[in-house]
């Protein structure tokens, strides 16, 4: 039987596309399991879903910041908004590389403990079997800096995103009165975040708020079909 899984996510709300991946599994999973008790019981459905979630759970911060970037009429709401919802966006990330390390060490039964099921933490890597970890090792500078933005984003200071523009663009006028066009939304590259935007202005490198969410974005759906291949292929070769 079919499970599903991926409409137990968010995807289905946000009315996108259902990655090609996740559909492939759930063929799998058609013939296979007889029940969704035997999904979850001998193929970890949970796990599967888990992935699912994890992914949705980005899509749905990449949708509501380009709702906030591109429509708001207030910039400056706007950018105290894309500042909290970036720290949801770093965190969401970070979850689904933690919700692919959960995964690869339940169905290839690496023991680990749950402080090093993490792909950011080197014990994970000596366990993983080499045909594994081959797949997923061009991917540790991405895994890196994902963890750097997300641990200050929550843990330092909150993204810092600023209205930039001419004086005459903001002058006498109430935020709702700003003509978007004359003012720009930008995002401190740094994630640590900690310069001065007023005092420490040559020290600033500026990137748009929008930036992480594409850089990132082939990364992900490359990393979702790869975890998904493999609890396929594993459980395939268990059969």
């Not at 979850?40 to 796990?47: F, N, T």
């Not at 500078?141 to 903001?170: D, I, M, Q, W």
Request: charged share 25%; net charge neutral; glycine share 2%.
């Amino acid at each position: 039987m079919k499970t599903h899984f991926y409409y137990r996510s968010l995807l289905n709300e946000l009315n996108i596309e259902i990655p090609e991946y996740f559909l492939q599994l759930d063929e799998f999973y058609d013939s296979v399991c007889s029940n969704m008790k035997v999904a979850y019981q001998e193929y970890d459905l949970q796990y599967s879903e888990n992935i699912a979630r994890r992914y949705a759970d980005i899509k749905y911060y990449d949708k509501l910041i380009k709702n906030e970037y591109n429509d708001n009429i207030n910039p400056f709401m706007a950018s105290l908004r894309i500042s909290s919802l970036l720290v949801g966006f770093y965190n969401s990330i970070k979850s689904f590389i933690d919700a692919i390390a959960i995964t690869l060490n339940n169905i290839l039964a690496l023991n680990l403990k749950p402080i090093d099921t993490d792909l950011c933490r080197k014990q994970i890597w000596k366990s993983l079997p080499k045909n594994i970890k081959i797949k997923y090792e061009p991917y540790k500078l991405f895994f890196n800096e994902v963890k750097n933005y997300r641990n200050a984003a929550a843990h330092r200071l909150s993204p810092n995103v600023v209205v930039c523009g001419p004086t005459s663009a903001r002058q006498g006028k109430f935020p709702n009165e700003i003509n978007r066009k004359d003012v720009e939304l930008r995002l401190i590259d740094s994630p640590d975040n900690d310069v001065n935007v007023l005092f420490d202005e040559n020290n600033i490198k500026w990137i748009s708020p929008l930036l992480h969410l594409e850089k990132w974005n082939s990364n992900l759906n490359k990393l979702g079909k790869l975890i998904i291949d493999d609890i396929q292929t594993i459980f395939q070769n268990k059969q």
